[in-house]
């Protein structure tokens, strides 16, 4: 786990936003990057992610297969 500033993450997003409307594309701005959730290695995504994920019932197999938890 690696924990990031809210002005890091403030930064970031402002950079990612700026470049993309100096070049004209104002349908694609991005939201903050952050919270980004790695399991095993592999990209899950955002909160909005982990919590399907769960809801589904995949998790828990998620989480053992990485060597994250034991049950």
Do not use: C
Not at 8 to 32: E, H, I, Q, S, W
């Amino acid at each position: 786990m690696y924990e990031v500033s809210e002005e890091f993450v403030a930064r970031m997003t402002l950079m990612r936003n700026l470049g993309r409307t100096l070049k004209g594309d104002y349908k694609t701005l991005v939201a903050p990057l952050f919270p980004a959730i790695f399991i095993g290695g592999k990209l899950i995504g955002g909160l909005d992610q982990l919590i399907a994920i769960h809801v589904t019932g995949k998790l828990i197999p998620m989480l053992k297969e990485a060597g994250a938890i034991w049950l």
